[in-house]
């Protein structure tokens, strides 16, 4: 499960999660690993842990952050999916962040080929050999030909970055069963494959009386009906004017 989330001030990061946690799933989660990322001044900083040591908890999972954007993943209790530093979402380069979810892939020849294909200096930047590594490779190979791997990227481009990786990781893999996020400068963007993920507008009190503005992505939440559904292999953008746009899935 995953939650994504970019607001309007930093300083408001624990009064969104704490309107957000009883709408999802997420929040008291077993899970196998658990990881947070978000972005200050400095660049991406992450969160990681075992989820032997509880429950997801959006408030002590975020160690209290302040930031603008969020990305926090939790996998399945089980499975291959054990906690390990560099395959548990989300991933930092430089001043992006970068997570996703899916099934596990099969080595194969396309994959290698795509692999082959890659910068060598990328390659050792994000190590290992899933998915989601791949996906961050091949987003930022793709940011690297635009000219825009030092972050400096308008929300249009990321977005239009972060599909064109998506399109290129179903035709290596042959499925389209994760779904990826991508934060930076620009804002936030999700690219959604074959798995549901939703969206809404947070609108709620927050200290000292002002309003509380964002945007959250998750896909899991307790009730579908409150939220709006990305469509399938669509990518929804959300720039720091929290104005979110969905890109429509590739033609056929």
């Not at 899970?31 to 978000?38: E, L, Q, T």
């Not at 962040?97 to 990328?122: M, Y």
């Not at 239009?160 to 936030?188: I, N």
Request: net charge neutral.
């Amino acid at each position: 499960m995953f939650l994504a989330l970019q607001i309007e001030r930093p300083g408001d990061l624990g009064a969104a999660l704490a309107a957000l946690a009883p709408q999802l799933r997420l929040q008291g989660a077993e899970a196998s690993a658990v990881g947070a990322g978000w972005l200050e001044e400095g660049g991406p900083l992450l969160a990681k842990r075992p989820g032997q040591h509880g429950p997801v908890d959006l408030a002590h999972d975020s160690r209290g952050a302040r930031s603008q954007s969020f990305l926090l993943f939790a996998a399945p209790p089980g499975g291959s999916a054990a906690f390990g530093e560099e395959r548990t979402p989300p991933i930092r380069w430089r001043r992006w962040l970068l997570g996703g979810e899916g099934s596990e892939p099969s080595p194969h020849a396309a994959r290698q080929r795509a692999l082959d294909r890659l910068p060598e200096f990328l390659r050792r930047q994000i190590p290992g050999d899933g998915m989601l590594p791949l996906a961050c490779l091949l987003f930022l190979d793709a940011l690297r030909s635009a000219g825009r791997l030092d972050g400096a990227a308008d929300s249009g481009a990321a977005a239009s970055t972060l599909s064109a990786a998506a399109r290129d990781l179903w035709s290596v893999e042959g499925s389209a069963d994760f779904t990826l996020a991508a934060a930076g400068d620009f804002g936030l963007a999700v690219a959604r494959g074959t798995r549901p993920a939703f969206w809404r507008r947070l609108a709620a009190p927050a200290p000292p009386g002002a309003a509380l503005r964002g945007v959250a992505v998750c896909d899991a939440p307790l009730d579908p009906s409150a939220w709006t559904e990305i469509p399938e292999r669509a990518c929804l953008e959300v720039d720091r004017a929290l104005e979110p746009r969905v890109h429509a899935p590739p033609a056929a």
